[in-house]
Structure formats: structure tokens, C-alpha cells
């Protein structure tokens, strides 16, 4: 009787599973497998919240396998270091014939599969489960994108005529087994408040692309509203493909999906930024080590000071868009995209201190993290990264305060001390008790970073 493994990573789901499907068409007998990694979380800067989330979705995903006669196993493996020996005993103990995954773009990744596929001789089969691969798409004369415009356009021709065609649950491998449960492998945070269930996560997608997809372009710059998915932990994991969220959005939405004004339009733009990232960390795998992507941005004097990035992480800088919208990271482990650009451009822009001091701290926070978005995220309010805008784009913290929370409502839940206080008031307050003046002069921390970058030029 012949026996595949299905290697897990971050795609913990059953359905549009492409590994899965082929391990159960071309085997008789299929097992699950995960290796937790601890210390690579640790060096990857992996949130408590995200642990917790991934531990539920492990479940989940366990109970899911366990009802098609499939046992997932969780391996210990500490390390991406230890995978691959780790790999090899797994297959002996269970005398696997063939692991199947799916690829995955980031450089240790690559470095893992690529030890693995050695120890296996033949015996491991990566496949593609991208919206738009990174050996799929690149300009006419192979180079890859660097500019996102022109990259979002060669994907929806591509999508076009190659539409996702979303893959079916698989047959029960055997009679229902009971499912194993995954041991706590760290410090945790409550994930509760976001699903983890794969049915959970496709009723969320459905009810976005039937009653919010068309409002997005309007909604998605507000954080008082539900205007976006807020499926980018789901996503993250994989509990969904992004397939399935275009396959969805089609079936809701039909043809104004390729309509790039129409709220169904800019949300499936927002799916190719993912997708966009992910190709800049496989083809500049200098950003996945901590490189700007722009190298002569590399030489820019950034600060380190510490005084300043506590008042930021905390939410005590005296811009209350900005203190809002890093406490909601704090309580929610995930913060509005617009703020995510906000709280990003203040750290760079008007405090100076470097944008990988950042960055670290969202993956800290974060239960949706995504090193390749989250990198890409960075460099973009940087201006170290692929954003095709000059430098000299600043974001003034008050005015977009005023333009995306005009009546303060956000500001108002995240940061109480407001809570009497409307408008322009609300937006510029003056130091209260409990409340701190702005810690710096938004003008003049303007003109420093026009220097920083033009003393660059120079
Ligand atoms: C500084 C910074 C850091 C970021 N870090 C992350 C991160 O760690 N993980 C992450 O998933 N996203 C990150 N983003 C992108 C974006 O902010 C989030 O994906 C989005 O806020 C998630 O909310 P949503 O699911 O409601 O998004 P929706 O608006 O509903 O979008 C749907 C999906 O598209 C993808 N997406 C949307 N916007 C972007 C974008 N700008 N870049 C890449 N993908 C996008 C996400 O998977 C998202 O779930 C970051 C952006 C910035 C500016």
C-alpha cells in the first residue's frame, strides 16, 4: 500500500488544497504532518496572539483531516535547521512513499525545502499554490516587476485566462479517526475574537464579497467602520487561498472585478499586493535580511532612540490618529491598513528612528503577520522600498487624522482621555492630565527628513 504525507505550512485548510488533492488521487493512504519550529518563531519575532492562532487553526485543521480518515501529526522539530533530518525520520517511522507542500517564496524557507529535497532523493514534491506565481509572471524581457502598477496588470491579464479554478474537499482516506491536538509551544495571547475554522473563515469571505465588496472603495480608508475583509489572519495562515477569495468575489460580483474603480476592483488589487510582496522577497531576497530594497537607502542616518519609540508602541505621542491606532494594535493584535500606513510614516518621518525597528515590533504584535507584507509595508512608508512616489511624500498625522476619523470615533475608543473633547480640538489637543502634548513639531520633523533623503541625492 503506498503513503503520502502531507507537509502543512502556512495553508491549514482541506479545501483548494492542491498538495492535499494530489496526495490523496495518487496515494492509498494519506497522513498530515507539521513541524513546529519554536526557535524559529522566536527568530522570526512570532506574536503570542499569532501562537495562539495557530494552535487553534492546527486544531481545527486536525479535526477537518481527522473527519476524512486523515491523522495530522505535530512534529517537534525546533528549528528549520532540524526539518530536514526530522523529515527523513517521520518518513522511516511511517514508511512514507512521497511528501507533498506547497512551495514557499521567503529564503529560509527555500533553504529548508531545498535540504529537504536533497534527504528525500526524488521523494518530495513541492506545488504552486499562488494567485500569480514568482516564476510566472515578469515583464517581457524576464526581469522581474519592481513597480506595482504595471505588476497588478500583467496578473489580471494573466488571471484572465488562467481564472483560479478552486479544488473540491477530498475523498475520506478511511473511517473517521479521532483528531490529535496541538501542545502550547510558547507565551500566548487570546485569539478568540478571530475565526479559525476554515467554515468560519469561508462564511466571513462570503458575507464581504456579498454585502461589503461593493462599498469597499468607499469604506476601506475608515477605521470606525467594517469596511475591509479583516480576513488577513486567515489569509496569513492560509485557512483560506487567496484563490478563493477571487473565486468568491467573481461568483459575488461578477465582471466588475476586473474594473479597477469598482470596490470589487480594488479589493482584488489589494490581494495582488500580497501577491506582490511575496515576488519582491523571492526576487530581492536582500529585504528578507533586514536590506532596504533601494540599497543607496541603506546609508540613511536613522535614530535609535529608545524615549521616542516607547511613547510611539505605547500610544503617548500626542497625535491621537496615531496613539489610537497603535493601541489597537496592542488590544486587537491588528491594525487598519490606513493606520498601518500612518503609524509607519510617523516612526520614519517625523521621529527618524529606522523603519526596522518597526517593522520588528508589528511582527511582535501582529496575528495576521506576514514577513513579506509586512517588509514590503515598511519599506513603502520608508521610502526605502518600491513605492514609485518621491520621498517628499509626507504624511501629516493631523490632517490624515482629520480626513479618515472626521468625527473622531476611532480616536475616541482607542484613546478614552479624548473622549470629551470634538472636533479640531480632538484632532490637535493640548497636553491634558492624562494626556501628552504632541512629542514632536510635525513641520520640522518634515524638513529633517527631506535633509535625511536629500543629503542621500547628494
Ligand atoms: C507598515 C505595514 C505593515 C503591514 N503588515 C502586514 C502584515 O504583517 N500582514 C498582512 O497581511 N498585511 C500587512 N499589511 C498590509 C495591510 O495593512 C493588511 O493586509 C490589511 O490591513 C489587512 O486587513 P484586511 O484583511 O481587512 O484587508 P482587506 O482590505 O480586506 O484586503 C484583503 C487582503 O489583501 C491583502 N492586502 C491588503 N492590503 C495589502 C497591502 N497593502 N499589502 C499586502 N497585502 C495586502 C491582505 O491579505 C488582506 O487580508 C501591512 C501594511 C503596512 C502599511
Same mark, same amino acid.
Given at each position: ?109 527555500? =533553504? &529548508? @525545502?531545498?535540504?529537504?529535497? /536533497? ?7 513541492? +506545488?504552486?499554490?499562488? $494567485?500569480? *506565481? #514568482? ?83 468607499? =469604506? &476601506? @480608508?475608515?477605521?470606525?467602520? /467594517? ?7 486567515? +489569509?496569513?495562515?492560509? $485557512?483560506? *487561498? #487567496? ?83 497603535? =493601541? ?18 510617523? $516612526? ?111
Amino acid at each position: 500500500m503506498s503513503i503520502a504525507a502531507v507537509w502543512f505550512r502556512n495553508d491549514l485548510r482541506c479545501l483548494d488544497h492542491q498538495a492535499l488533492s494530489e496526495a490523496c488521487k495518487q496515494h492509498e493512504q494519506v497522513r498530515g504532518v507539521y513541524f513546529l519550529c519554536p526557535a524559529q518563531l522566536d527568530e522570526h519575532v512570532t506574536a503570542p496572539m499569532r501562537r495562539h492562532f495557530l494552535r487553534r487553526a492546527l486544531d481545527e485543521l486536525a479535526a477537518q483531516l481527522a473527519a476524512l480518515g486523515i491523522p495530522l501529526d505535530i512534529v517537534n522539530a525546533w528549528h528549520f535547521r532540524e526539518v530536514p533530518q526530522a523529515l527523513v525520520g517521520y518518513c522511516d517511522k511511517f514508511n512514507i512513499d512521497e511528501v507533498f507542500a506547497h512551495r514557499e517564496w521567503l529564503v529560509d524557507e527555500i =533553504r &529548508r @525545502d531545498d535540504a529537504c529535497a /536533497a534527504a528525500l532523493e526524488g521523494r518530495f514534491r513541492l +506545488l504552486d499554490d499562488s $494567485l500569480t *506565481s #514568482p516564476l510566472q509572471i515578469s515583464k517581457d524581457d524576464g526581469d522581474p516587476y519592481k513597480v506595482f502598477t504595471p505588476f497588478s496588470r500583467r496578473c489580471r491579464d494573466h488571471l484572465r485566462q488562467h481564472f483560479p479554478q478552486c479544488l473540491r474537499r477530498p475523498k475520506t482516506k478511511g473511517e473517521p479517526i479521532e483528531p490529535s491536538t496541538c501542545p502550547v509551544f510558547g507565551e500566548e495571547v487570546s485569539s478568540d475574537d478571530w475565526a479559525a475554522s476554515e467554515s468560519e473563515v469561508l462564511a466571513q469571505l462570503r458575507r464581504f464579497c456579498s454585502k461589503q465588496a461593493g462599498k469597499y472603495k468607499e =469604506r &476601506r @480608508d475608515l477605521p470606525s467602520e /467594517a469596511g475591509t475583509s479583516e480576513l488577513s489572519p486567515a +489569509l496569513a495562515l492560509g $485557512l483560506v *487561498s #487567496p484563490q478563493q477569495c477571487l473565486a468568491r468575489l467573481y461568483s459575488e460580483c461578477g465582471d466588475t472585478i476586473w474594473d479597477t474603480k469598482s470596490g470589487p476592483g480594488t479589493w482584488f488589487n489589494e490581494l495582488l499586493w500580497r501577491d506582490f510582496y511575496r515576488h519582491i522577497a523571492y526576487h530581492y531576497p536582500r529585504v528578507v535580511m533586514g536590506k532596504a530594497f533601494q540599497p543607496h537607502t541603506d546609508h540613511i542616518a536613522w535614530r535609535y532612540d529608545q524615549d521616542d519609540f516607547d511613547a510611539w508602541r505605547e500610544g503617548r505621542t500626542g497625535f491621537p490618529i496615531v496613539d489610537a491606532a497603535m =493601541r489597537q494594535l496592542k488590544e486587537r493584535g491588528w491594525m487598519h491598513n490606513r493606520l498601518r500606513m500612518i503609524t509607519a510614516s510617523f $516612526l520614519c518621518k517625523d521621529l527618524h528612528i529606522d523603519w526596522r525597528w518597526g517593522e520588528k515590533h508589528f511582527l511582535a504584535h501582529l496575528v495576521d503577520a506576514d514577513f513579506a507584507s509586512n517588509n514590503g509595508g515598511w519599506q513603502w512608508a520608508a521610502s526605502t522600498g518600491t513605492d514609485a512616489a518621491p520621498y517628499f511624500r509626507i504624511f501629516n498625522p493631523t490632517t490624515q487624522g482629520q480626513r479618515f476619523d472626521p468625527e473622531g470615533k476611532f480616536i475616541r475608543q482607542y484613546v478614552p482621555e479624548l473622549a470629551g473633547l470634538s472636533g479640531k480640538a480632538l484632532h490637535q489637543p493640548p497636553a491634558l492630565k492624562n494626556y501628552p502634548g504632541p512629542i514632536v513639531d510635525h513641520s520640522q520633523a518634515r524638513q529633517i527628513s527631506l535633509a535625511l533623503f536629500k543629503d542621500l541625492a547628494d
